[in-house]
């Protein structure tokens, strides 16, 4: 059973839309959630921290429910430079656990 | 941008030769870690260190050996290279494992072809 995992899509969005990503994470014991961001034969940049109490980055939205054990990326108002694969990152402990990452396409 | 450097950038080698990756960090950061990236299996922990001469294995271990003789620099080595270890090779650091300060920042990366 992975520690993370995450639809890999693809999604192909128009510019303007709004999409959303989800993620699961099977230890009730995770302690920080993050999102980052990938492009293509690029290492991986953190896009933001996720909160219990959910946090926004002007387009960018993302939700914590640790009932349910996952976590949540909204992306407004969607631009061609949004294109990249999304990978969600959970923490326990000394380790950061990774999904396999979702790609998204924006296109004009 | 966090100041991490990975070399080589690139490494073609054959199967059976010990290669070793460098990572070397200007942030002062206590922990390093070793990922390796495949398709459909995301990004892989291989070992970890979090402290000089403090070192853990992650869930990819094996045919991998790590070292961290001072604070900037984490040494990764395939002792005899299989084919299997073809992939991208990824060196992270944090200030912390947990807190404020547990983000990981990534270097650009090293493809390793074992042929």
């Not at chain 1, 230890?27 to 999102?35: C, D, M, P, R, T």
């Not at chain 1, 992306?75 to 402990?93: M, P």
């Not at chain 2, 299989?82 to 650009?108: D, M, P, W």
């Amino acid at each position: 059973r992975k520690e993370v995992e995450q639809d890999p899509g693809p999604f192909n969005v128009p510019e303007g839309a709004t999409v959303a990503f989800n993620c699961t994470y099977s230890n009730s014991a995770s302690q920080s959630f993050f999102w980052y961001r990938q492009d293509c034969r690029k290492e991986p940049k953190l896009l933001m921290s996720v909160y219990s109490s959910g946090n926004e980055d002007g387009r960018f939205t993302a939700q914590l429910n640790r009932a349910s054990q996952y976590i949540s990326l909204l992306i407004r108002d969607s631009k061609l430079s949004d294109s990249a694969t999304y990978l969600c990152v959970v923490n326990e402990g000394n380790q950061f656990y990774f999904g396999t990452g979702t790609s998204l396409t924006v296109i004009p | 941008d966090a100041g991490i450097t990975q070399s080589p950038r690139h490494k073609v080698t054959e199967t059976g030769t010990p290669v070793t990756l460098r990572c070397h960090q200007t942030e002062n950061h206590r922990y390093m870690y070793w990922y390796r990236q495949d398709p459909g299996h995301g990004l892989r922990l291989i070992h970890y260190s979090y402290g000089v001469k403090d070192t853990d294995k992650g869930e990819v271990s094996d045919g991998y050996s790590v070292s961290r003789s001072k604070t900037e620099d984490f040494l990764l080595t395939l002792e005899s290279a299989t084919s299997s270890q073809t992939s991208v090779y990824f060196c992270a650091i944090s200030a912390s494992s947990r807190g404020a300060n547990e983000k990981l920042f990534f270097g650009s990366g090293t493809q390793l072809s074992v042929l």
